[in-house]
């Protein structure tokens, strides 16, 4: 039997929102000790496409809803960050783009018009022509409007890498979790047969967070699933677009975002209303088929006979909603010692963390005087979302 361990926050789940409460908590002080049972970054993180966007899609349906002024600070929270000035020092992420795009195929209609002259939108929206269009689109064929966004697209795998770095000895990789109940209550967790105490438990782990309530004998807080059926395309042709490409709805028609593979090429990963409900019925040839007629329609210039072609099915995981809407926040439920979530949104894990820390205030909960944590197993950094598929 290992020795038993004691920390002053016992974090479950190695995505980006359970790697930014590690680094955050521990630049406040605390002792902290996050458990994965996969590879850091695996789940959802690694197959986000790494916009951290500040809801302006949202706004489409013209209204700016709670989801889109909950996440408007998001950019210059990242931002910081990244600058090496914020909460976390994110300095050597690879960012992708520094800015993401709404792209119009054609003609705007009227509703679209008055979106993007409304006061709210404006501040964050300026429309881009000729060189300053992303390269994929400087096409004499092209015809739409583009608008440039006030956000970013960060390369996920260079984000989880850093925020691993910035947790220190404080990583454990994990067969097997049950509950460590003592007089009756949660004090901790056993994991692989070694006891670790702690002042609080955080589940972070996605839809991880299912299994492990159940585990734990909960049945709250409830989650839910929105799948997505994602499209992914290599091509020698291919050159970055980070964009959401408008339709008549109020969800982007197609959102791309631009990755660099190893040998040079683009990978496109393709998302929007391609991946929502039609596209999760589709089967993959289905799905492919349909991602292949969209571009033709919207980049016919791109010559894609070369090209290779994959999908990935993605679980969204977050707390059970009526009828399966989006929540509009980062997620906290408490329940004694335990504290479980969703962030929802990669772009709003600086919010969950907010959360969790004004738990840990209200509570009273101080940093301890604590042992050093012995070497531990630490769990694997994740690949690229493409790897082993195109």
Partial sequence: MSESLSTDVLIVGGGVAGLWLNARLRRLGYSTLLVDKGVLGGGQSVKSQGIIHGGTKYALSGALTGASE?????????????????????????????????????????NLTSFFASKAVRSRVGQVKGGELPPALQNPRFKGKVYRLSELVLDVPSLIQRLAELSGPGLLKAERIEPLRENGELTGLIVDGRSIRAQRIVLTAGAGNAELLSALGLAQPAMQKRPLHMVIVKAPTLKPLYAHCLGGGSKPRITVTSHPAADGEWVWYLGGDLAEA????????????????????????????????????????????????????????????????????L????????????????????????????????????????????
């Fill in 278 to 345: 039609g596209g999760v019925a589709r089967d993959e040839a289905s799905q492919i088929a349909a991602a292949k007629k969209e571009l033709a329609e919207l980049v016919p210039w791109i010559d894609l006979s070369a090209a290779k072609w994959a999908t990935l099915r993605i679980d969204r995981a977050e707390p059970a909603q009526s009828a399966l809407a989006r929540p509009d926040n980062a997620f906290l439920a408490e329940q004694g010692r335990l504290l479980v979530g969703w962030p929802t949104k």
């Fill in 70 to 110: 909950a996440i408007a600070d998001m950019p210059r929270r990242w931002r910081e960050a990244l600058a090496g000035s914020g909460e976390l020092d994110l300095s050597g992420v690879r960012l992708l783009s520094d800015a993401h795009y709404l792209w119009s195929p054609g003609t705007l209609t009227g």
């Fill in 347 to 390: 772009a709003l894990s600086p919010d969950f963390a907010d959360r969790v820390e004004a738990a840990l205030i209200r509570d009273g909960i101080q940093p301890q005087p604590l042992t050093p944590l012995p070497e531990l197993p630490r769990p694997a950094i994740t690949g690229p979302f493409w790897k082993g598929l195109v």
